[in-house]
């Protein structure tokens, strides 16, 4: 859903990025401002001979508003640095934390981790010296079935009961998990006079209520040691719904809520800042989820991302031993902004997803 809303706005996503980075506009302010007039005159004849008198005259605007460009870009990395440290209760470096973290002794509790992200997610850590436990109603693949070091609990998340009961096996098979990544999902595209109420508990219970069963089962052990790792798996939907996805989107936006919140409660309620929370917004990924229609959805030209890409951005935040805020791909970061925008310009970029996913929706019903 959120790959269509990106695709129309790629370019946009490329021009800002583009406008903001200070290793662009830091050089080119610095040849236009810092040298002589001759030499801007001669690279101009080369470049635009035929609007040479046009691009002299607009010479000092450009450089006024390359600027505040820098200015916004240098703005923009210091922001960036602090988001870092206030996600990591406010430390600006790792190295301390870093040896904290035994990988070969660590276990990772990885949900919906049979299929799709999770899987991938699963065979990264493994890769990597991990333990993993595999929570997930479905049976693992032939190849993680093989691992002596996956290890598939057989749960339905959608019972905190099966949770609970999974969780204790968990412990009393490998030991306390210091890695939790809730990723179990499930979407289907529909309107919402059309969503069921079975389909509608379903759907939460997977997608947002088992983030509180997990967390209350593992959480206190990471407390206790100060240390562990809890990845909510989220999405672009988290910061922008559209047609179609009302419930989908609501459930997201829930993790990010959720996510929030216990970044908050371990520092001001348990004291125990350096277990550390990510939350991952990824647009659109290969999954059985996109399955039916990811052809359709590429030929309206949406970017369809790997699975193995976002598990890679997954792994790779557990281990640098901090929290953060991952929007995948980070060239649409700009669109967890919406939010704070007028609302005439929200529903002008809602109305182009939106009109991408009934567009999608109708091909694939045949409509």
Not at 44 to 58: D, E
Not at 277 to 287: C, E, I, L, R, W
Request: glycine share 8%; aromatic share 6%.
């Amino acid at each position: 859903m959120s790959s269509i809303l990106s695709s129309n706005f790629s370019l946009l996503s490329f021009t800002i990025s583009a406008a903001l980075n200070p290793y662009l506009t830091v050089p080119l302010l610095l040849l236009l401002a810092k040298t002589p007039p001759s030499l801007h005159e001669q690279l101009l004849r080369r470049l635009s001979p035929s609007s040479l008198l046009k691009v002299q005259r607009a010479l000092p605007t450009i450089i006024k508003t390359l600027k505040w460009l820098v200015s916004l870009g240098l703005i923009g990395s210091v922001s960036r640095v602090l988001n870092q440290a206030a996600l990591n209760g406010w430390r600006f470096r790792t190295l301390k934390e870093r040896k904290r973290w035994n990988w070969e002794k660590e276990v990772a509790v990885v949900t919906g981790g049979s299929s799709g992200i999770g899987e991938a997610v699963a065979k990264l850590l493994v890769a990597r010296g991990v333990r993993v436990a595999v929570v997930d109603v479905l049976p693992l693949g032939e190849e993680a079935e093989k691992d002596p070091h996956i290890t598939h609990f057989p749960c339905d998340l959608t019972s905190p009961t099966a949770i609970t009961s999974t969780a204790a096996l968990i412990r009393e098979t490998l030991g306390n998990p210091s890695i939790l990544i809730n990723n179990a999902g499930i979407a289907k595209s529909h309107s919402i006079l059309a969503t069921s109420d079975d389909f509608l508990r379903k759907m939460f219970a997977v997608n947002l209520f088992s983030h509180w069963s997990t967390v209350r089962e593992f959480l206190p052990d990471m407390i206790k040691t100060n240390k562990g790792h809890v990845v909510s798996i989220a999405s672009l939907a988290s910061y922008v719904t559209l047609a179609g996805m009302a419930d989908y989107a609501a459930a997201k936006a829930g993790v990010l809520a959720f996510n929030e919140g216990l970044n908050q409660e371990l520092r001001a309620l348990y004291h125990a800042p350096d277990v550390l929370t990510t939350s991952v917004h990824p647009t659109f990924a290969a999954t059985a989820l996109t399955k039916e229609w990811q052809s359709t959805l590429e030929g309206n030209g949406a970017t369809i991302l790997t699975k193995e890409a976002v598990a890679e951005a997954v792994v790779e935040q557990v281990f640098s031993c901090r929290g953060g805020q991952l929007v995948i791909p980070g060239r649409v970061g700009w669109m967890t902004m919406m939010k704070g925008l007028p609302n005439w310009a929200q529903e002008v970029l809602r109305d182009g997803g939106s009109r991408g996913v009934m567009d999608a929706r109708g091909r694939l019903m045949g409509t």
